[in-house]
Each structure stands twice: as structure tokens, then as C-alpha cells.
């Protein structure tokens, strides 16, 4: 059975640091797989805010760019995002998603909120 569970979420203030990791098991081929990690606020629609490909390629929303990082550690099957210099509009649920080709899973999510 596919899992991809998501931990490290909790309340930071404003400028502040968190991380946020996604542990898989069942995924055949990990190492194929684009990682990411998306958002959803309330109200808002899910966004993309980091992924990470399988050759390393790194792809950021531009509100986060030069915060967060984004990483992959293909022997725990691990991905993980870095986030610094927070701001209350990070705050939002954030999904772990792994995808290729006929396959798009997802965890449950973890709550970011930033506030003082």
C-alpha cells in the first residue's frame, strides 16, 4: 500500500523556521518520481510550491523563491522543504505529492501557520 505521510507542520512566528518532511513506503522506483509540495489556505485553491525532479531540477513559486528549499533523499524515499523568513500569508496545509507518468498520489497534509 502506497503512503506518503507528511510531518513537521505547528504554528512559527513571523520570520521564523520550519520544516516540513514527507516519508513514503510502497513506491516502487522512487527515484523516477517529481516530488512536491503544494498548499492550500482556506478559500484558496491548491498551489504549487516546490518540486524537485528526478535528475535534481528544482522548481519554486515565485513568493517563496530565495525561503524555501526543497530536497530528496532517494534511499529514506524522503522529500523535504526547508522554509525560512516565514510570513503569515505561508500559512495554509501542505501536501506532499509524488507523481510520473500514470501516477499522482498524495499525503494527508500538514498544518503551516505563521503567526505571532
Known amino acids: 500500500q502506497v503512503q506518503l505521510v507528511e510531518s513537521g507542520g505547528g504554528l512559527v512566528q513571523p520570520g521564523g523556521s520550519l520544516r516540513v518532511s514527507c516519508a513514503t513506503s510502497g513506491i516502487t522506483f522512487f527515484l523516477f518520481y517529481t516530488m512536491g509540495w503544494y498548499r492550500q489556505a482556506p478559500g484558496n485553491q491548491r498551489e504549487l510550491v516546490a518540486e524537485?525532479?528526478?535528475?535534481?531540477?528544482?522548481n519554486y513559486l515565485d513568493s517563496v523563491k530565495g525561503r524555501f528549499t526543497i530536497s530528496r533523499d532517494n534511499v529514506k524515499k524522503t522529500v523535504s522543504l526547508q522554509m525560512n523568513s516565514l510570513k503569515p500569508e505561508d500559512t495554509a496545509v501542505y501536501y506532499c505529492n509524488a507523481r510520473k507518468r500514470g501516477s499522482d498520489l498524495w499525503g494527508q497534509g500538514t498544518q503551516v501557520t505563521v503567526s505571532s
Open positions: 524537485i525532479t528526478a535528475n535534481l531540477s528544482t
